[in-house]
């Protein structure tokens, strides 16, 4: 089969398409023909050298895909050939097959375009898993969503407001403020400009937001603990701000916050809080808002598989709102 492969650490230009031998689903896993894929900032720290894949996993980029069922491994019983599916993946999606542990499969969401399923499974199960999961997100409370302009923002700002939390969402540009207000954002604030703490105070009587899902890491973690309501959970996802930070236990313990930090990645697929956990969670309680449509794909562009190279350089350099998404050139439908 044809997938993208990395040529050595580097830029987007060491991203090829090249034969790579084909997959085989072991037991308890599926063998999926891939229609799309998409582009995720893990991505790019695993092209760059930073992200290696959990161990057993495929070297192939690729957290996510969707495609049509083509083979099933021994003790699968309730997926089969033909079955049109999305999947969460620990890698491999850059590839026109991918095996994935059966566990990790989700069926297409009705009224959701197979092209548009690919891009959906990594932002739903980090979401869900993180705002419900961890958070504990109730109706009523305000979530603040930072990079609401991104791939899971977008969809963390969609969820937010279908789960009858009031919403406020940070972005760098006018045109990124605007879009998540049209998808619920109540408070849209210019992080360059505007002081996030004194509006989410200002807009919630003095107390701040009960939720927040950061991106930033140790660059924001001061910033966030005051932006914190009391009893406010702070659950960190990514670390575009870096890696190490003091913390003020004493704001903490005034304030009754908790600071979580939580990985999908390198999950193992069962156990309590493993994958197949989250997708079966995400299944029951996310999928019905997607399929009423209170939640919806947000897709910025779509790119030829061949050409992931560009959608890397697209996604490094901003301008990016939602979703990129890898489409096969081969796929047969």
């Not at 297409?108 to 932002?123: F, Q």
């Not at 406020?168 to 849209?188: Q, V, W, Y």
């Not at 997607?290 to 697209?314: F, L, N």
Request: proline share 6%.
């Amino acid at each position: 089969m044809l997938a993208i492969t990395v040529r050595e650490p580097g830029g987007p230009e060491v991203l090829e398409w090249a034969e790579v031998p084909d997959p085989e689903p072991g037991p308890g896993e599926v063998l999926i023909e891939v229609a799309a894929s998409a582009v995720n900032r893990a991505d790019l720290l695993q092209r760059q050298g930073f992200y290696p894949p959990p161990k057993g996993a495929s070297e192939i980029l690729g957290l996510e895909c969707s495609g049509r069922i083509v083979d099933v491994g021994a003790g699968v019983s309730n997926w089969h050939q033909g079955d049109e599916v999305c999947a969460l993946l620990s890698g491999g999606g850059y590839a026109q097959r991918v095996a994935v542990p059966a566990g990790q499969l989700l069926p297409l969401p009705v009224g959701v375009s197979m092209l548009e399923a690919g891009g959906l499974p990594e932002v739903a199960a980090t979401v869900w898993s993180n705002l419900v999961g961890v958070a504990g997100l109730r109706a009523g409370e305000l979530a603040l969503i930072q990079g609401g302009s991104g791939g899971i923002g977008t969809h963390a700002i969609q969820v937010a407001a279908a789960l009858g939390a009031r919403v406020a969402a940070t972005a760098g540009s006018p045109e990124r403020l605007e879009r998540c207000r049209e998808l619920g954002a109540e408070i849209a604030l210019n992080y360059r400009d505007d002081s996030v703490a004194a509006t989410l105070r200002e807009a919630t009587g003095g107390r701040g937001a009960d939720v927040i899902l950061d991106n930033m890491g140790a660059a924001a973690l001061a910033a966030n603990l005051d932006r914190l309501a009391p009893g406010g959970r702070l659950v960190i996802i990514g670390l575009q701000g870096g890696t190490r930070a003091e913390i003020d236990l004493n704001a903490m313990l005034r304030k009754r916050a908790v600071v979580a930090a939580t990985n999908l990645r390198g999950r193992p697929t069962d156990g309590l809080d493993g994958k197949a956990a989250i997708i079966a969670e995400v299944r029951a309680g996310l999928w019905p808002l997607i399929e009423d449509g209170r939640v919806k794909p947000v897709v910025h562009a779509e790119i030829p598989m061949d050409r992931a190279g560009e959608a890397h350089r697209m996604l490094g350099e901003g301008g990016v709102i939602g979703k990129l998404l890898l489409v096969n050139p081969g796929y047969g439908g």
